[in-house]
């Protein structure tokens, strides 16, 4: 089998610098693939997976700053760093899986292995929550908080091993899910582009149901039936979501690793930098490579990097596909002479970094849902009938419960609508969608900083404690933002990503999360540092939110969501997508045809800007 991939992989590349391949899927055999593969019915495995993984991961991390304060025993503050790096870890680690992926392994090897190590974390941590050597004597941190011994040692070593054996796992194969679904659809195929903004939106309902499942049912075993079960559970749902993958193997459309993605970034660079003296031509049909004429008849959804136009964007750039005056190909090495496509890949790759950057404030928020109002609904009164209380972390449950009946209606309602009023397959633009969400998230912290205003005051003027409820707008809120947000990234970051690409840059997706993490933990210090005096400590310097300024923290999260929305809007409209990339048919039509008026008009100088 190992012959008939590598083969196949061969073929592969030879047919892309002639410019002859479009798809270039296999199946498990290593075989191209036929009709019989890819598509929902294969995706639906892979939608099986995210489930079931997103259940594992969310019900350690949304509840492991309880574990990590009362069982752990850190401080506050620390305690809620250790979630904050821990969960920006598993989105960094990301990075790695969509290299790995795409240059090396592929994304069902990626995800197969990646898979066994996170489980092992789960089952790490399962065992040391369940044996009491393992983790420091039991302590009420809140009353006796100064006499609990925080965990050190080999207890700390095993803890920190486990959880990181989980975000290894985790973050190399987050990626690799959204990828391997979405490869299972032709992007260039007009037909199964609007299969393909659907699988986006059945992916997020996927991770809605294993958020909410984590959130509920999981969290509520963690808190009645202990922490090391809890882990079990997670374990187990991991073991599920493997088999279920596994399940799919025969049905699967595999994109072939095609090497290392750096290097042709790589070579560009230096490229550049050798030629930098070096003047651009005016006509860009004199650079090595391309084939911006109107009788190459480029289809503007092509996926094959060897198609790219030219685009006019970061022009130094194109330094590095100047000829040598002699003409002379041969005589220049692919470190000094690149192709307009590779030069183009690397405009891409710079281009969305702006709006990569956009939503690290975002999930800076959603660190904050994540660690410090599960704290806050600690210090609120849980009960919601005299036998049952509510435990804070399934507070994060109610945007899923939502977002489990506002997803489907997103898809069935307004899509189809909006697709009439804009043309486009999904309904708004995915750079549209993630700005309507950045908006809305401002209005989370608004919500978070009123209501917990209102909690101290309560607690400290007049003895009353309030229902946790009050804090349910936040997560609502929120959650409607992130629906908006995080699906339009991913669509946006995989509409715009070529053959080899795939999980790379949907992997970018996943490092905001990562940043947005931790940029939470840095402000979290920096505010303690800059707010703390002789006489005081800082706005989150307290073990007891009633003596912390939780809610000045809020407010300041809110203006910086505000001002990162404008900055938004300024790098999105600077934004432009390569006319070969634009994968809605209608809009690539319309840009070939412009394309085809305008080198009538000024000649083939000019033909595509």
């Not at 190992?2 to 061969?10: A, F, L, P, Q």
């Not at 489930?51 to 969310?58: C, K, L, S, V, Y």
């Given at each position: 089998m190992?012959?008939?991939?590598?083969?196949?992989?061969?073929k592969f590349k030879q047919d892309s610098l002639s410019g002859g391949v479009e798809e270039t899927s296999v199946d498990w055999r290593g075989r191209i693939c036929k009709s019989k593969h890819g598509g929902m019915a294969a995706a639906v495995f892979v939608l099986g997976l995210q489930?079931?993984?997103?259940?594992?991961?969310?019900a350690v991390g949304n509840n492991l700053i309880t574990y990590v304060f009362n069982d752990m025993h850190f401080p506050l503050s620390k305690s809620a760093n250790i979630v904050t790096n821990f969960v920006g870890t598993v989105f960094l680690l990301s990075l790695l899986g969509g290299f790995l992926s795409d240059s090396y392994l592929g994304s069902f090897w990626t995800m197969l292995i990646f898979g066994f190590v996170e489980l092992s974390g789960f089952i790490l941590l399962s065992v040391q929550a369940?044996?009491?050597?393992?983790?420091?004597?039991?302590?009420?941190?809140v009353s006796d908080g100064v006499d609990c011994v925080e965990a050190k040692g080999y207890k700390a070593l095993i803890f920190f091993l486990a959880l990181y054996l989980v975000a290894l796992g985790s973050g190399c194969l987050k990626p690799n899910i959204i990828s391997h679904g979405a490869d299972q659809f032709k992007k260039e195929d007009p037909k199964q582009s609007k299969k393909l903004s659907t699988y986006f939106n059945v992916a997020y309902f996927a991770f809605c149901i294993g958020e909410l499942l984590a959130l509920t049912v999981l969290v509520w075993v963690q808190t009645h039936s202990g922490m090391d079960v809890g882990f079990g559970v997670?374990?187990?749902?991991?073991?599920?979501?493997?088999?279920?993958?596994?399940?799919g193997s025969f049905s699967y459309r595999n994109k072939p690793p095609k090497g290392s993605i750096f290097t042709p970034f790589a070579q560009v660079f230096v490229a550049a930098i050798t030629k930098r003296k070096q003047?651009?031509?005016?006509?860009?049909?004199?650079?090595h490579g391309c084939h911006n004429n109107v009788s190459s008849h480029v289809p503007a959804t092509s996926t094959d990097a060897s198609n790219l136009l030219h685009t006019e964007k970061f022009r130094f750039l194109d330094k590095a596909c100047i000829r040598v005056q002699d003409g002379s190909e041969a005589s220049e090495s692919t470190w000094r002479l690149c192709t307009v496509a590779q030069v183009e890949q690397v405009k891409i790759l710079i281009s969305v970094i702006p709006i990569f950057s956009c939503t690290i404030i975002f999930n800076t928020i959603l660190a904050q849902l994540q660690t410090f109002s599960v704290q806050q609904g600690s210090a609120m009164n849980t009960r919601i009938t005299k036998s049952f209380k509510i435990p804070p972390a399934s507070l994060q449950s109610i945007p899923y419960i939502m977002l489990i009946f506002v997803v489907p209606l997103y898809e069935t309602a307004?899509?189809?609508i909006a697709r009439r009023i804009t043309g486009k397959d999904s309904g708004i633009t995915p750079l549209q969608r993630v700005g309507v969400g950045l908006f809305i998230a401002t209005f989370s912290m608004v919500s978070a900083a009123v209501i917990e205003r209102k909690r101290r005051t309560s607690a400290l003027d007049y003895q009353e404690t309030l229902s946790i409820f009050w804090i349910a707008p936040q997560f609502l809120i929120f959650g409607l933002s992130e629906m908006f947000t995080a699906v339009g990234l991913i669509e946006f970051f995989y509409k715009q990503s070529l053959e080899g690409m795939q999980s790379f840059l949907t992997a970018m997706t996943y490092c905001s999360y990562s940043f947005g993490f931790y940029l939470s933990s840095l402000l979290v210090s920096l505010v303690n540092k800059i707010t703390s005096s002789s006489s005081s400590g800082g706005w989150l310097s307290d073990n007891d939110l009633n003596k912390d300024k939780l809610d000045l923290f809020y407010w300041l999260l809110a203006v910086l969501s505000l001002i990162n929305f404008f900055n938004y809007l300024f790098w999105s409209k600077w934004y432009s997508y390569n006319p070969s990339l634009s994968h809605d048919h209608s809009l690539g039509q319309d840009i070939e045809s412009q394309n085809f008026n305008s080198s009538k008009r000024v000649g083939p100088e000019n033909t595509i800007s």
């Open positions: 190992d012959n008939s991939v590598e083969k196949t992989r061969m489930a079931f993984e997103m259940m594992g991961i969310a369940h044996l009491p050597q393992l983790r420091p004597p039991s302590c009420d941190m997670s374990a187990a749902a991991m073991a599920v979501g493997l088999i279920c993958l596994i399940s003047i651009c031509p005016s006509n860009s049909q004199m650079l307004f899509v189809p």
